[in-house]
T-cell receptor
Framework: DVKVTQSSRYLVKRTGEKVFLECVQDMDHENMFWYRQDPGLGLRLIYFSYDVKMKEKGDIPEGYSVSREKKERFSLILESASTNQTSMYLC??????????FGPGTRLLVL | GQQVMQIPQYQHVQEGEDFTTYCNSSTTLSNIQWYKQRPGGHPVFLIQLVKSGEVKKQKRLTFQFGEAKKNSSLHITATQTTDVGTYFCAGPGAGGTSYGKLTFGQGTILTVHP
């Protein structure tokens, strides 16, 4: 079975803090994704990586950066957390054009 | 950019009633995927449709891809309480490095009353 794990299920941070969210997949997938999910807005793509050290902006990249140094690991970085970044963050991985497999999500609260 | 619209946003049904959610894209899609997210859970892949006019069934779920490959539907026959959740459709991005991206619809939240 494909397994996608995320470093935390719940996280509480203060405004201005630097936040790291980590995602690891064990299926040797080329593609990895970071989404945020907010009520009524569905899943919105933040960043996407199609290979090690390669990244592409999604629909809402502002305030975020990513890092993919190894194929299995994709990190989302909030350089200076703000209250409007309070959300559920979902990581996913896939083969090109294949189904996406999601991690359990990290619910982030920024105070 | 590409848009994927999904209706309805909410649907309440009595257990045993049928349910349908519809997905429309602003552009022709090479394929469409459907996902289900249980309350408190994460999206789980259900199916992918590729061919024009394709119909696939999974037990009580019937998935259809339109002839023009711009719309799709998911129909559940005789809903059960286990069908509760949010159903998302998703279509791939345009070519180039976007080929791995998906654009998700906003989802339909299904509530089933026993």
């Amino acid at each position: 079975d494909v397994k996608v794990t995320q470093s935390s299920r719940y996280l509480v941070k203060r405004t201005g803090e630097k936040v790291f969210l980590e995602c690891v997949q064990d299926m040797d997938h080329e593609n990895m994704f970071w989404y945020r999910q907010d009520p009524g807005l569905g899943l919105r793509l933040i960043y996407f990586s199609y290979d090690v050290k390669m990244k592409e902006k999604g629909d809402i990249p502002e305030g975020y950066s990513v890092s993919r140094e190894k194929k299995e690991r994709f990190s989302l970085i909030l350089e200076s957390a703000s209250t409007n970044q309070t959300s559920m963050y979902l990581c996913a991985s896939s083969m090109p054009l294949g189904a996406q497999y999601f991690g359990p999500g990290t619910r982030l609260l920024v105070l | 950019g590409q848009q994927v619209m999904q209706i309805p946003q909410y649907q309440h049904v009595q257990e045993g009633e049928d349910f349908t959610t519809y997905c429309n894209s602003s552009t022709t899609l090479s394929n469409i995927q459907w996902y289900k997210q249980r309350p408190g859970g994460h999206p789980v892949f259900l199916i992918q449709l590729v061919k024009s006019g394709e119909v696939k069934k999974q037990k009580r779920l019937t998935f259809q891809f339109g002839e023009a490959k711009k719309n799709s539907s998911l129909h559940i026959t005789a809903t059960q309480t286990t069908d509760v959740g949010t159903y998302f459709c998703a279509g791939p991005g345009a070519g180039g490095t976007s080929y791995g991206k998906l654009t998700f619809g906003q989802g339909t939240i299904l509530t089933v009353h026993p």
